[in-house]
């Protein structure tokens, strides 16, 4: 008889893996999303002076379970007229395309559901479906702000998708696969892919903050105009479902396809002797991320829809275009050495960063002028 | 024991979802539900094509058609007409046409599929990645191009016929 690990039978083992798998990953997402609440409360109070959750549990621990308790147990209310299936598929293809992308999310050295040499490419696809569940959503409910802001989900995800993957092109470019397990090990050292290609992860950054609907670009559901945008006819588990497991969930996907990419995911100090350690540093490092996006979040205000699109299509898309182009041409040109590359990509941040205020202060002008132009006959009517 | 059974069995399941998926796309009344299941269509032609062992072709199948195509088609949905009470199916009066011109094009695609496909798939368990690249750069490279200035062709043209005028201008136009 065949004997595969721990010395269990490999046929037993094959499904058993799975089940452990999946109850793995369901058990991260629940508790993930229990755990991002409250630092999401207790980060925004202490930005805003605040106190934040503090009665239940020690410092307000318990808070977000017996959240999370109270929406399970809460009435399934559906407003009459909403679109019967739909209404009830919507948060599931919200949900399922998130949990699907923890499948290639590699914790560490042999922590990872699988190698998947495409392993980038299935989380970018999986990552595009949860637009489908947005808009279903929002049509579904039958009512107008969740309409718009189902609206709003589609054009704002759709554009952002393609600074994204132009985005993680260059690092495929740089490090010659699409496995998350390969890129991570080729980032051995000190010398991260973030000091090589930080152009590309800023674009990344701004990026994945729209996709996953965070603050400033959170104009699918935001709250002071379109009331819950396409959340608003959900309540109870569907809303939970959709809004903290899915939404905190894609924000820890999107930070551990930067900490893989980027950040070299679980390696850090330590690391070869104890292989485990690799869970903590790139929980660690996912965790920062996280913590950077709710630092955002309550430090910037939202964006308006022009705006969104008008970065996106004029700002994002073609820097990102220039970046690729930079980076094929020198990986073309200095096959052995990463310097030409990485003093390009720094460049291109200098020339990013230091452009916006630039180009912002352009476009207040000619603004400023054609409110003038079109103020300027009215008021000659008027006297 | 082996594991064998199993490819048959999902190719199975994948092609009663491809099949059903796409009578109803054209049966039902409720448009919205027929973009729905044509993304349900799509994500089992992604199934069918993880079959073949192109995880990649997969991957940009879903990408591209459930997750923007469809994504689209919705959008252009919720700005049409749509109306609640049941409507007559669209091509009541057509069908015998219809079956006619799909017949005609049905039977030669399954003969010469049966004939001709008859090359063993690429070997199952990925690595499709660089032989596709490989083929579209090379053999494929001007199919590729010509492909890629009809898509200009088609976005430049859709800006053309979509353009709105100048917001200044329109409002000089109104006063005036």
């Known amino acids: 008889m065949p004997v595969g690990p721990f010395g269990i039978d490999p046929f037993i083992w094959a499904p058993l893996r799975l089940v452990i798998a999946v109850g793995l990953a369901l058990f991260l997402v629940l508790n993930g999303a229990l755990l991002q609440i409250y630092l999401e409360r207790k980060i925004q109070a202490i930005i805003q002076d605040r106190l934040g959750p503090y009665h239940v549990g020690p410092f307000g621990l318990l808070q977000t379970f017996a959240d999370a308790l109270k929406l399970i147990s809460k009435e399934d209310v559906r407003a009459a007229a909403t679109d019967g299936w739909f209404f009830v598929a919507a948060p599931a293809l919200v949900f399922c395309p998130m949990l699907a992308s923890w499948a290639v999310l590699p914790f560490a050295q042999d922590i990872v559901g699988t190698n998947l040499n495409i392993g980038l490419l299935y989380l970018t696809t999986l990552g595009s479906m949860t637009v489908l569940g947005i808009v279903i959503a929002g049509w579904a409910s039958n009512n107008k702000y969740a309409l718009v802001g189902g609206l709003r989900s589609a054009g704002q995800l759709i554009s952002y998708e393609i600074p994204q993957i132009l985005a993680l092109v260059s690092v495929a470019l740089v490090v010659g696969s699409l496995s998350m397990i390969d890129i991570t090990r080729s980032q051995t050292g000190p010398f991260v892919n973030v000091l090589i290609l930080p152009f590309s992860f800023l674009i990344y950054f701004i990026a994945a903050l729209a996709e996953t609907n965070r603050t400033p670009f959170d104009l699918p559901e935001a709250e002071s105009e379109l009331v819950a945008g396409w959340l608003t006819e959900y309540s109870g588990m569907r809303w939970g479902t959709m809004l903290a497991l899915s939404e905190y969930g894609n924000v820890t996907v999107v930070c551990a396809i930067i900490t893989t990419l980027w950040f070299g995911g679980w390696q850090g100090p330590g690391v070869d002797a104890i292989p485990l350690l690799g869970v903590l540093w790139f929980t660690l490092k996912v965790y920062g991320f996280i913590v950077l996006m709710m630092w955002i979040r309550a430090t910037l205000p939202r964006l308006r829809i022009d705006q969104l699109m008008s970065f996106c299509w004029k700002g994002l898309i073609p820097m990102a275009l220039v970046n690729i182009v930079a980076v094929a041409t020198l990986a073309l040109a200095f096959p052995n050495s990463l310097v030409p590359i990485a003093i390009a990509n720094w460049a291109l941040v200098v020339v990013f960063v230091a452009g916006i205020p630039f180009v912002q202060r352009r476009r207040l002008k000619t603004l400023r002028a054609r409110a003038r132009a079109s103020a300027a006959p009215a008021v000659h009517a008027a006297s | ?176």
């Open chain 2, 1 to 176: 024991m082996t594991f064998d059974f199993v490819e048959p069995v999902v190719f199975a399941l994948l092609s009663i979802g491809v099949i059903a998926g796409g009578v109803a796309v054209v049966m039902l009344n409720r448009i919205t539900a027929a973009a729905l299941l044509m993304a349900f269509t799509f994500l089992c032609m992604a199934g069918m094509f993880v079959l073949l062992g192109a995880e990649t072709i997969a991957a940009f199948q879903v990408l591209i058609y459930v997750g923007a195509i469809t994504v689209l088609i919705l959008y252009g949905v919720m700005f049409t007409k749509f109306s609640d009470g049941p409507r007559a199916l669209f091509f009541q009066k057509q069908t015998p046409i219809a079956a006619v011109f799909v017949a005609a094009v049905a039977v030669p695609i399954v003969i010469v599929g049966t004939v001709s496909f008859t090359s063993a798939p690429p070997r199952p368990g990925g690595g499709d990645l660089p032989a596709l690249a490989t083929s579209v750069f090379t053999d494929f490279a001007f199919p590729f191009e010509i492909a890629s200035v009809l898509l200009l062709a088609a976005m430049v043209g859709a800006i053309v016929l979509t353009r709105r005028d100048d917001p200044e201008e329109a409002a000089m136009r109104r006063r005036r």
